[in-house]
């Protein structure tokens, strides 16, 4: 499967830089040194050149690697806009994958509800975004950027004596804009990887 994926990022590569008016500096955007454009992805440092993506200065052959290209390839000179936030569901063309967005996006996070509010600074801070609690609700909330461009809105509930903790992710609005549909709920899903890492290493 790694060999696909693989062939996949490359096949990505050689279309994004086959195209010499791409405006990967600014519309990415990223700083340009002469061999990759660097930026933040998933919480690291990101290198983009001709022959291969970066991750935290490991190359990346799987589901991240495709994202990262993908965004890449889907880069304009829009700017991210973040409100109002928008459920997965309710970008068009989602439906097929609303169900394992649900499942592999915000159920992971739910028993750990109590760790992820103890890290929550930790996690704004590396993945570069902000406490939301005063605009998104819930016992509390935080907006990061697992891309330059993708924000997400992560709502949580703790558990009480009626009812259980739960995790809610939203989009910035046009956060299709900047990936495929299908790329969008991956999008999610490795978010919610990254923060249980975060959490983990805290």
């Known amino acids: 499967m790694e060999d696909n994926y693989q062939k996949i990022i490359q096949e990505n590569l050689r279309r994004l830089f086959a195209d010499p008016a791409a405006a990967l500096e600014i519309n990415l955007p990223a700083t340009r040194n002469p061999r990759a454009f660097i930026f933040r992805a998933f919480g690291k440092e990101c290198r983009i050149q001709p022959d291969a993506i970066q991750l935290g200065g490991t190359p990346q052959n799987g589901v991240p690697g495709i994202l990262i290209s993908l965004y890449a390839l889907s880069a304009s000179p829009r700017r991210c806009v973040t409100e109002p936030l928008r459920a997965y569901k309710d970008f068009p063309d989602s439906m097929p994958y609303a169900g394992a967005f649900a499942t592999h996006t915000q159920q992971p ?11 929550q600074a930790k996690i704004i801070e590396q993945l570069g975004g902000k406490d939301a609690s005063n605009t998104a609700g819930g016992d509390f909330s935080f907006l990061v ?4 461009k ?20 939203l989009f910035s609005n046009n956060a299709d804009a900047f990936m495929p549909i299908d790329g969008l709920a991956d999008v999610g899903e490795y978010t919610s990887k990254t923060i249980l890492e975060i959490v983990a290493a805290a």
């Open 145 to 148: 950027y697992p891309l330059p």
């Open 150 to 169: 993708i924000a997400l809105c992560y709502i949580f509930y703790e558990a009480d004596e009626d009812f259980s903790a739960s995790a809610t992710c």
């Open 109 to 119: 996070l739910v028993p750990h509800v109590p760790r992820i509010k103890a890290s």
